[in-house]
């Protein structure tokens, strides 16, 4: 049963808070999806019309083959957000593909009290219903996941870290070089190895629509892994779990009393294009999800 909520809600705000920031995404950082997909091919031309950049993207039919044959999309830029044409009036109920995704774990001992508030709005449900989302169309054509059926062509069995589970088989390779760091590192660091031993499953591909929203989450696409412990120690691994006991303090729980991955294992994930739901303010630290442009985007400006 836990595993089953797991799913459900890992994924109901996956955002650090800075993601509604209305930042200015200009067409330069184009590169950092270039550089996160190299087998795509990213085109650009002004729209004079619009005042907007069309940006065309080839996504190959075999996944690496950028030379061979593939499907092929029109999006608006819209500030980093790829969206289709009869999305771009609405651009504003959308966030761009790149926001802050921090290099270092913040501590909520630090908190303010409007940054505490803050936090408690965002994760409302209110918020969830009628806030700006992020949008799915450039994943959709990358996953070829617009619809449950044209995903699940894609979706591979595979054994990670000692358990098996299904994701996309745009991740088999970038998991299969976590996993080989982190199996290397086990044998001469006992922390990795002692994580290792309390792992119980890894949830990845989970077709569902986010709970009081109209957006697939992350696991639909099978690009998201949840890594549950077969103990938590005591310790918190999820804010909405934690929320039920502490409603108005979930937020400040402190890092010492959270469970998480070892350090050195976070930085194998991030180093190999994922993302790690413990950095977001609303917590989630069993989760990771494939997002290189993000990686690229914050680390290697």
């Known amino acids: 049963?836990?595993?089953?909520?797991?799913?459900i809600f890992s994924t109901l705000f996956l955002f650090?808070?800075?993601?509604?920031?209305?930042?200015?995404?200009?067409?330069?950082?184009?590169t950092y999806f270039e550089r996160a997909y190299p087998d795509l091919t990213f085109t650009r031309q002004f729209n004079i019309q619009q005042g907007e950049w069309i940006i065309t993207v080839k996504v190959p039919d075999t996944p690496g083959d950028k030379e061979g044959p593939g499907k092929t999309y029109e999006f608006y830029w819209a500030n980093g957000s790829f969206l289709p044409a009869e999305e771009f009036a609405?651009?504003?109920?959308?966030?761009?593909?790149?926001?802050?995704?921090?290099?270092?774990?913040?501590?909520?001992?630090?908190?303010?009290?409007?940054?505490?508030?803050?936090?408690k709005n965002f994760s409302s449900k209110e918020s969830r219903k009628n806030g700006a989302g992020t949008p799915m169309f450039l994943f959709d054509a990358i996953y070829d996941s617009s619809t449950r059926r044209s995903l699940e062509q894609h979706i591979v069995r595979i054994?990670?870290?000692?358990?098996?589970?299904?994701v996309h088989e745009r991740m088999k390779e970038p998991l299969k070089k976590v996993e080989e760091k982190i199996m290397n590192l086990a044998k001469t660091d006992s922390e990795v190895q002692a994580f290792l031993n309390n792992l119980k499953s890894n949830d990845g591909y989970f077709w569902r629509i986010i709970e009081g929203t109209k957006r697939k989450s992350f696991h639909s696409l099978g690009i998201a892994l949840d890594i549950l412990p077969k103990s938590q120690g005591g310790k918190q691994i999820f804010w909405s779990w934690a929320a039920d006991k502490y409603p108005d303090t979930w937020m400040l729980v402190p890092l010492k009393n959270r469970w998480m991955p070892p350090e050195s294992v976070i930085k194998i994930f991030e180093d190999e294009?994922?993302?790690?739901?413990?950095?977001?303010?609303?917590?989630?630290?069993?989760?990771?999800?494939?997002?290189?442009e993000l990686i690229q985007y914050n680390f290697y400006k």
């Open 159 to 166: 054994s990670f870290l000692g358990n098996k589970t299904n």
């Open 1 to 7: 049963m836990k595993k089953f909520f797991t799913i």
């Open 16 to 30: 650090n808070l800075t993601a509604q920031t209305n930042q200015n995404i200009g067409i330069g950082n184009l």
């Open 273 to 292: 294009g994922f993302i790690w739901g413990g950095k977001w303010v609303i917590y989630d630290n069993m989760h990771f999800e494939y997002h290189p």
């Open 90 to 119: 609405n651009k504003e109920n959308y966030w761009s593909l790149l926001y802050n995704y921090p290099k270092e774990l913040a501590d909520p001992a630090n908190y303010s009290d409007e940054q505490r508030e803050r936090i």
